[in-house]
């Protein structure tokens, strides 16, 4: 059933106890760290504060729900809100003693944070274009939201052997990143029929893993019964003893393929003979009590002109299969913005679109159901709150972790390193013109929270030590990771470590090396599989200096 009122309020009423618990003295920090982790609560960096992660499923946000949590923002997290490669949202700063009041205004709104992080099934992502993407077979969200529900509550959960992940991909682009995930559902119509395409087993970290085929067809009314199959799978089979290799991964590379998947068949068969029939009913009441506003204006023809709002219509909306309505992304640099600025897009959402828009995988905003009449007036709105940079997802939109600014683990200051980066090649921009979408995506340590290892071009945060002994922060590159159904691939790494001056130089020289020798419509993934590393190592070279 879907959670209950009273589950989430007895929820967050025990999680209160423990916290005070924890500040009198009562609990240890080790005995505090699944507790707080539970509902998404991490140490920063300077372990006095905490950031707090907050899940919105599908990356779903109503105006609303930004507006509350661009106030909670502002009174306790610096005004800044932090945009993830999970369409969750971070607040940093955030002092213990307020987190409960801040877990009760989030429940006001709809939101809740628990499962956020710890060994838990995390936010379960889904395609940014559902319901409104000229492809797709069927809008995959509904189901996105009815996997989230089931597993919030589920005895399973927050007992997993690590954590869990899952996505739900409806467009050709696979904006969702199934192949990274624990489950991939990748939407498909097999005689009219409405299903899913399942793939099992992805992951990054130290070790990625792109995830491997378990079903060609999966009828939607079963998704239920297949998730609660591999769950159980991972719950039983997962390994406990040792961290580094308890992500189900490792049980797919231990089994292998084959006996995977025949695992999967007969966990499959004893849940649908066990729950089936519940299951599906649980499905199909979450399925109709989903529900999204309309758009508040009528659709319109798009009018673009020349000059700078056309520049920023080409890279940054889309055509919806609603005639006369467009999806906008809105290019957050680096995957910050600030309360106001929040505010604001969800002010537009309001006036001009539906009153929900999504976070993506790529650190952005999508605002759907905007009228092509009214993209002039997004434009400007856009432009006021400083948010209509013209390059959504081409090269100058660099995905960043938070890095060593706020993470413990990190090596080094990604962040920093992707603004860099960022505006060496906007010093470029006529020259990269026309490559289209291309990703580069830093990690400050080698855990892949920036999804270095699918970017066109990935950067690993590493300690270089020099000729006089000291240490410094540098970077390994990747090139030609990619995501998709069709020819998904880990990066390849390049020879060499490189530090932070030049990574410029070989980012850039790496592009226009691409722009020159390219095909036509050639992806940059099967650029690098046709010109072989050795060229491209030959660039980065070039790029330093080097003979």
């Known amino acids: 059933m879907r959670p209950s009122e009273a589950q989430f309020r007895a929820a967050i009423r025990e999680h209160a106890g423990r916290v005070e618990r924890y500040r009198r003295g009562e609990l240890t920090d080790d005995e505090f760290r699944p507790v707080r982790l539970s509902y998404g609560l991490y140490y920063q960096l300077d372990h006095t504060s905490h950031m707090q992660r907050i899940k919105l499923p599908a990356g779903l946000l109503t105006a609303e729900q930004a507006d509350r949590i661009a106030d909670i923002a502002d009174r306790f997290g610096r005004g800044v809100v932090h945009l993830t490669t999970r369409q969750d949202v971070q607040l940093h700063w955030i002092p213990l003693e307020r987190v409960v009041e801040i877990y009760e205004e989030l429940h006001a709104v709809g939101i809740t944070t628990r499962g956020a992080c710890a060994d838990s099934v995390r936010n379960v992502t889904g395609c940014i274009h559902g319901g409104i993407g000229p492809d797709e077979p069927f809008d995959v969200t509904p189901y996105a939201v009815a996997v989230h529900e089931y597993f919030l509550f589920h005895p399973l959960n927050l007992t997993l052997p690590r954590k869990f992940k899952i996505s739900f991909s409806g467009c050709a682009a696979d904006c969702a990143q199934g192949v990274i995930n624990d489950i991939a559902y990748y939407a498909c119509r097999a005689e009219g029929r409405a299903g899913f395409r399942v793939l099992a087993g992805g992951g990054l970290g130290a070790q990625p893993f792109l995830a491997v085929p378990v079903r060609d067809f999966l009828p939607a009314e079963d998704v239920l019964i297949m998730s609660e199959a591999i769950v159980r799978l991972q719950h039983r089979h997962g390994e406990r003893k040792n961290r580094s290799r308890a992500r189900m991964k490792y049980v797919v590379k231990r089994w292998g393929e084959e006996r995977f998947r025949a695992a999967v068949d007969e966990e499959f ?253 050639e992806r940059f993934s099967d650029f690098v599989r046709r010109v072989g590393l050795q060229a491209l190592a030959d660039v980065c070279r070039e790029a330093v200096g080097e003979s």
């Open 269 to 521: 068969a004893r849940v649908a003979a066990e729950r089936g029939e519940r299951l599906r009913a649980e499905l199909a009441e979450s399925l109709s009590a989903f529900r999204l506003p309309t758009p508040s204006r009528p659709p319109g023809d798009a009018l673009l002109g020349d000059g700078r709002m056309a520049s920023w219509a080409r890279a940054n909306t889309f055509a919806q299969k609603q005639s006369g309505y467009y999806g906008v992304m809105v290019q957050v640099p680096l995957g910050d913005l600030t309360a106001d600025q929040l505010r604001q897009v969800a002010s537009l959402c309001r006036a001009l679109g539906s009153g929900v828009m999504r976070v993506t995988n790529d650190q952005n905003l999508m605002v759907p159901w905007i009228s092509g009449a009214d993209l002039e007036e997004c434009f400007r709105r856009l432009s006021a709150a400083g948010l209509a940079s013209p390059d959504a997802l081409q090269i100058t939109d660099v995905v960043s972790c938070p890095g060593a600014d706020f993470c413990s683990l990190a090596i080094s200051r990604s962040m920093g390193m992707a603004a860099r980066l960022r505006a060496h090649l906007m010093s470029h921009n006529g020259s990269l013109a026309g490559l289209g979408e291309f990703r580069i995506r830093i990690s400050g340590c080698p855990n892949a929270c920036g999804q270095h290892h699918v970017g066109d071009i990935g950067l690993t945060g590493m300690i270089l030590k020099g000729g006089d002994g000291h240490e410094r922060p540098g970077y390994s590159v990747l090139v030609g990771g990619a995501v998709g159904a069709k020819a998904p691939a880990i990066g390849r790494r390049l020879p060499g470590k490189f530090s932070e001056p030049e990574v410029l130089e070989v980012v850039s020289g790496l592009a226009h090396f691409y722009r020159e020798r390219r095909q036509p419509g």
